[in-house]
Structures are given as structure tokens and as C-alpha cells.
């Protein structure tokens, strides 16, 4: 017969179930503690955000750079916060971050669809909504409806590809955008969508493309830091004085000088 719980239980049995219930919430303050961290994460995306190593990926923020991974660090240094920074696919990140606790996500575009899906600090920098044609096309556009008789490259997640997906244009897609100027010059795609300055950069360092054509720049979004909802809003505040900050001191212009025009 199982003994019964009382007085009687032999005191060895009850240490035992201290000892546990003890390993049991020490076992729980390292997340605690865990928790208070924050987690950025970024994409390759030159020269906003770029790996120092080569690599489309980073484990930290020594091996990231770009003109908006340098504000990010900027205003991180006027808080009190520790922050891990990491370099991941974008579609993946971006679903990684929301729904997690002190989970943020750059350079992210600030437009109507994703605006409750985060808590946004910002701006940091602006992207170009730009259409590029191999060096040789001879494609011209007045307007952007004029690219719908034409296959258009982009990628996952990327926010100009899934609005032109939404509004019906012919895309060709993969998880990142590096191989896009190669299908230009094979003739896979007609036409590619992304920031007028990441294209001629993308398209020369990975595949020594040259020349590339901007037929069309179609709309400019701000760029933000995208911060979980799960994220506490005083946290979020604190970032958004220390951007603040950092922009009224001359640093955040100081940092898009560096990168050039």
C-alpha cells in the first residue's frame, strides 16, 4: 500500500522532494535572467546590412556591418540593455522574431500591412523601390504598370517582391536575392525589384555584373527596427530615445556619409 502524505513521511523522502522543488526554480532563473537580453537579427542586404566574413550568415555583431547595423549599434550603445546580434535568411527571421519576447528584427520597411505586427523604433535609413534590367535590355518604363507583360525576379519575405505578388505581377522567387542579377543576364527574368542601392552592389560582387539598368523607381519606405509585441513598451521606448538621440547628435548622418552617396 502507497504511503500516505503527512507527518509520518520518513524525513529523507522530504529532503528529497526540497532538493527537487529547489534544482527545480534554480533551474528557472538563468532563463530569467536569459530573458532580459535582446535578440537582433538582420539579413545580408549591402549596404545596409552586410557580413564582414563573406558569409549570408553572422553569430555576432562584430561580424555584421552596414549603414543600418551601425545605427543599430549606435543607439544600442546608449542604453543599458545586452543585445546578441545575428545574421539569418530573412523569411526565416522575420517569422522567428514575432512572437518572442525581446526579439527585434532590421532593417525592416514601415509600410500599412506589417504595421501591427510590431512595435516599430525608427527611421533608420530609406529604401528605393527600383526595377533593373540586364545591362543589354532595351525594357523602358513609364509607370509600373507597364511591367506586368514581363517576368520580375525577387525574393521570400522581401516586402517590395510581396507587394508586387499582391498586386498581381509576375514574379520569380527564391529565399534570398543574390542569384536575381544572374537571371537577368541568363534571361530567367526580365526585370528584378530591389533597393536601387543593394542592385548594382549585389550584382558586381557576386557575380561581377556591371551596367546594370534602373528602369523604375516606383515608391521609398522608411526603414525600422521591428520589435516583437510580446516586447515590453518601455523597452521599446528606451530604444526609440537613444535612436532619438543618437540622430540629434549627427552620428546617425555621420554613419550614412561613411557608406557613401
Keep these: 500500500m502507497p504511503e500516505k502524505p503527512g507527518s509520518d513521511t ?18 528557472l532563473v538563468p532563463m530569467a535572467v536569459a530573458d532580459d537580453k535582446l535578440y537582433i537579427f538582420t539579413e545580408n542586404y549591402p549596404p545596409y546590412n552586410a557580413s564582414a566574413t563573406g558569409q549570408g550568415f553572422a553569430h555576432n555583431e562584430d561580424d555584421i556591418t552596414g549603414i543600418c547595423t551601425d545605427m543599430v549599434k549606435t543607439m544600442m550603445e546608449r542604453v543599458d540593455y545586452e543585445y546578441v546580434m545575428k545574421m539569418r535568411d530573412w523569411s526565416r527571421a522575420y517569422e522567428w522574431v514575432q512572437g518572442r519576447e525581446n526579439h527585434a528584427l532590421f532593417c525592416t520597411a514601415r509600410t500599412e500591412e506589417r504595421e501591427d505586427e510590431f512595435q516599430w523604433v525608427g527611421p533608420l535609413a530609406s529604401i ?7 545591362p543589354d535590355s532595351n525594357i523602358q518604363l513609364e509607370s509600373l504598370e507597364g511591367a506586368r507583360r514581363y517576368k520580375i525576379a525577387g525574393y521570400k519575405g522581401d516586402v517590395m517582391s510581396d507587394y508586387l505578388v499582391s498586386e498581381g505581377f509576375d514574379l520569380v522567387m527564391n529565399v534570398s536575392g543574390e542569384q ?3 537571371r537577368l543576364v541568363l534571361g530567367q527574368a526580365d526585370l ?3 533597393d536601387g542601392l543593394v542592385g548594382p552592389l549585389v550584382a558586381e560582387k557576386e557575380h561581377d555584373i556591371t551596367g546594370l539598368k534602373p528602369v523604375l523607381v516606383f515608391r521609398e519606405t522608411p526603414m525600422y527596427l521591428a520589435v516583437s509585441n510580446e516586447t515590453a513598451p518601455a523597452i521599446v521606448e528606451d530604444l526609440q530615445a537613444a535612436l532619438d538621440e543618437a540622430r540629434d547628435s549627427g552620428a546617425l548622418d555621420s554613419i550614412a556619409q561613411r557608406y557613401g552617396p
Excluded: D, M, Q, Y
Design 192 to 194: 528584378w525589384v530591389t
Design 128 to 134: 528605393k523601390w527600383t526595377l533593373f534590367a540586364a
Design 10 to 27: 520518513p524525513g529523507p523522502l522530504i529532503f528529497l522532494r526540497l532538493a527537487l522543488r529547489t534544482l527545480f526554480f534554480l533551474a
Design 180 to 182: 536575381n542579377p544572374r
